[in-house]
């Protein structure tokens, strides 16, 4: 007898429907945009095609489809628009790798120029358009609070040119800028950049975090920015398996496993304080999330790197101690299992 299979686990898609219409999920909506459409050419496995199309489709939702994205060069751009094609549709555009925050503020002026506040504007780009080279720009967009949702699918590195690293790659972490080698292998300690924490020091409106691990808590980010006014920002961990070295069906698994090791903190900010964070229910050590990824493989050799391995683990022990991730008097928004 052939095994039943249930399709959409956790995509909150098909048994959703159930609920009453307030409740449910955009993806259970059947006339939902579906933003990023078959037929892209990422990666089998890509958690920044899934994370940006449950966003976009989130901000379409609560916008009433009146809504223009502005790309950074990257992954996101190349795979869903191999010329003359285009896996969009929503109103759509890319100018260069480092500017999005700027076109994104430049649709928004012109949007208001002409009465048009009923549009609303996102921009979007990889850890590299969005804490390198695209940082001046967006923090210009954060000083004048302009009228902007700007999200980071942070997948830890240049992917699209070759896995290169970026100011959000992990420590520890082998890319190919950052190889296996020496006493002290993979991407250096103390180097990089929290953009989360950058964001909120601006004293923008809202800034949250998410995962491709909660697609709920996801459209319920995308949403909840959409309303406010300003600038808000989003930072969205995407697993990419080829950068990561991970298998292309663990995806969900390994953006689950950096939130419940403490790696990736889940919260909201709104005006630079924190006013909710996702509790992680059973908390596991930082191996579970390293050793089933092949750019940290380097630290599970015949000699494992305790070292380098209890160093990632403090870090996670900061974020759990400075997030309150297990701490029952900080306000809760979801909860981590
Ligand atoms: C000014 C400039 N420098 C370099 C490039 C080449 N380039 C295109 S995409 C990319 C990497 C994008 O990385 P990231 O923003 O992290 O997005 P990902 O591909 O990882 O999603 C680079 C270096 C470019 N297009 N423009
Ligand atoms: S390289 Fe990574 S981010 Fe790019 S399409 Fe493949 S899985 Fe997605």
Redesign the pocket.
Known sequence: MERVRFYQIGSYAAGNRLLDGELQTVQSDTHRTNSLNSGHRACQGCG?ALGARYALDAVMRATGNQMVAVN?????E?FSTPYPETAWQVPWLHS???NAPAVATGVAAALKAKGRTDVRVVGQ??????VD?GLACLSGMFERNDDVLYIC?D?G?????GV?R?GATPHGAATTTTPAVGPQPGNDFGKGKNLPAIAMAHRIPYVATATVADLRDLEYKATRAMEFRGARYLHVLVP?PL?WRTASNETVKIARLATETGIFPVFEAEDGEVVAVSKIRKRRPVGDYLQPQGRFAHLFGATPREDVIAKIQAEADRNVRVFGLTDPEVPVHGVVS
Do not use: H, K, P, R
């Open positions: 920044e950074a060069t990257g992954c996101l190349v260069l790798f480092g780009g990889g850890d590299g358009g969005t080279i699918y997948n590195g240049y992917m699209n040119t290169q970026s990419c950068g």
